[in-house]
């Protein structure tokens, strides 16, 4: 069974920066697209950034610039770099994760909270 661990959520002023991890194990297939997306409180989770096995990354527009996601296949753990947070970033922050054939499979983690204030 695919578990995902992520870490890395905390306060932060305004400005500041974080790092956000996400390992996964137990898989037995390939790991295709990893993402994170968010969800803040009253709003839907949206999609914040993903990448897919050949690196190529998608970002909604308004986060681009700020944001940056990574990968380490070896280490099946997938990154998230926010820089410039500013208030309207906080949110619960989950990882996503498709493996499987084909990626059929979608794994999300617990979440890991982000608060920016001052």
């Known amino acids: 069974q695919v578990r995902l661990v992520e870490s890395g959520g905390g306060f932060v002023q305004p400005g500041g920066l974080l790092r956000l991890s996400c390992a996964a194990s137990g898989n037995s297939y390939s790991i295709h697209s990893m993402g994170w997306y968010r969800q803040a409180p009253g709003k839907e989770r949206e999609l914040v950034a993903r990448?897919?096995?050949?690196?190529?990354?998608t970002y909604p527009g308004s986060l681009k610039g700020r944001f940056t996601i990574s990968r380490d296949n070896a280490k099946n753990t997938v990154y998230l770099q926010m820089n410039s947070l500013r208030p309207e970033d906080t949110a619960i922050y989950y990882c996503?994760?498709?493996?499987?054939?084909?990626?059929?499979?979608?794994?999300w983690g617990q979440g890991t909270l982000v608060t920016v204030s001052s």
């Open positions: 996503r994760v498709l493996t499987g054939v084909g990626g059929s499979l979608e794994v």
């Open positions: 990448i897919n096995s050949g690196g190529v990354t």
